[in-house]
């Protein structure tokens, strides 16, 4: 049933442009599968983000105090690269669109250095605040802290899983200019994260 | 502009526009205006992913504002959260 499901959404309006630019009608960018796959993803965010907001409620001194001793220069150079790493799947998407398979290699390389680069300054993150005496169970505020960006450092990890999967069938010639459909719902995972990054920093980091 | 160039603009801005709402972090507290600012500013970097990067400014309209939606209901709950914590407080108390 969910199959056949799966199956009508292409008719039901889906377009998409082709290397020309050209809209070509009936079909989504990307993989159905995989816009439904990261509704699920955001949707599990946003109950974080609201499970956040009503212990904020409850506990507004514990969360106005909380950012102050985060390390917002971790939080900011995350930020940081995962929108270049946005920015370096859009160029591996425009170039595999143009069918130049180099191109497209370097830029999926690129991808995977930024959530090696993401993984790394989380690391960094992690180890000052057990340093600065800053653990999941110090308060409600960091445990939500460490469940949310946690959570998100697991989404980066599976990206860069589905990123190398991509980099591999790009070498063995998979994607052309005509064919790129598991490259691009690959670019729009790695995108979805970014986008529930891009509201965790101002919301664990900035806002008090 | 050329499509290369939009997606080269939209990273310079997004690293910009990441920069300012960094300088909110070193206040002591966050003023209502402050709030308001750094969840619009989230909101564009928000469309600006949507729309350049990801590519669904051409995409089909329902699936685009799937999308923007998305920040367009939850950037304003938190503000809700902000300006509103009493009225929150007393509707999640069981």
Redesign the interface.
């Known amino acids: 049933m969910l199959t056949s499901l799966v199956q009508t959404l292409p008719r039901f ?5 082709d290397s020309q630019g050209q ?1 070509v009608a009936n079909t ?2 990307g993989n159905i599968a995989v ?1 439904i796959l990261i ?1 699920a993803e ?1 949707s599990e965010f ?1 109950l974080f ?2 499970v956040f ?2 212990a ?3 506990h ?1 001194d514990t969360f ?1 105090a909380g ?2 001793r985060l390390n ?1 220069l971790a ?2 150079l995350n ?2 690269v995962l ?2 790493s ?2 370096f ?3 591996a ?2 170039a595999i669109k143009l069918g130049h398979k180099k191109t497209c290699l370097k830029w999926l390389y690129l991808t995977l250095f930024a959530g090696a680069t993401y993984c790394g300054i989380k690391g960094w993150e992690y180890t000052w605040n057990d340093a600065t005496g800053i653990h999941s169970r110090t308060d409600l505020f960091y445990s939500f802290y460490y469940y949310l960006t946690f959570n998100h450092l697991l989404h980066v990890l599976i990206g860069m899983s589905t990123i190398s999967w991509v980099i591999l069938r790009t070498h063995f010639n998979t994607y052309s200019a005509h064919e790129h459909e598991g490259l691009e719902s690959a ?2 995972y790695w ?1 979805m994260i ?2 529930a990054w ?2 965790i ?3 664990v ?4 | 502009m050329p499509k290369q160039k939009v997606i080269v603009t939209t990273w310079i801005t997004l690293v910009g526009l990441t920069l300012i709402s960094t300088s909110f972090a070193e206040s002591t507290e966050t003023s209502k205006t402050i709030a308001i600012f750094v969840c619009m500013v989230t909101i564009y970097k928000g469309w600006l992913v949507i729309n350049n990067l990801m590519g669904l400014r051409f995409a089909v309209r329902r699936l685009r504002w799937m999308m923007l939606g998305y920040f367009l209901i939850v950037m304003p709950i938190i503000l809700i959260t902000i300006f509103f914590p009493d009225g929150v407080r007393q509707l999640t108390t069981l």
Not at chain 1, 13 to 17: E, I, L, N, P
């Open positions: 309006g889906f377009k998409r442009s809209t989504t960018p816009w509704y955001l946003a983000f609201i907001l009503i904020k409620a409850h507004p106005s950012p102050a917002t939080g900011m930020t940081i929108v270049t946005s920015y799947i859009a160029k998407v425009a670019a729009f995108h970014d986008l891009i509201i920093f101002p919301l980091y900035v806002l008090r």
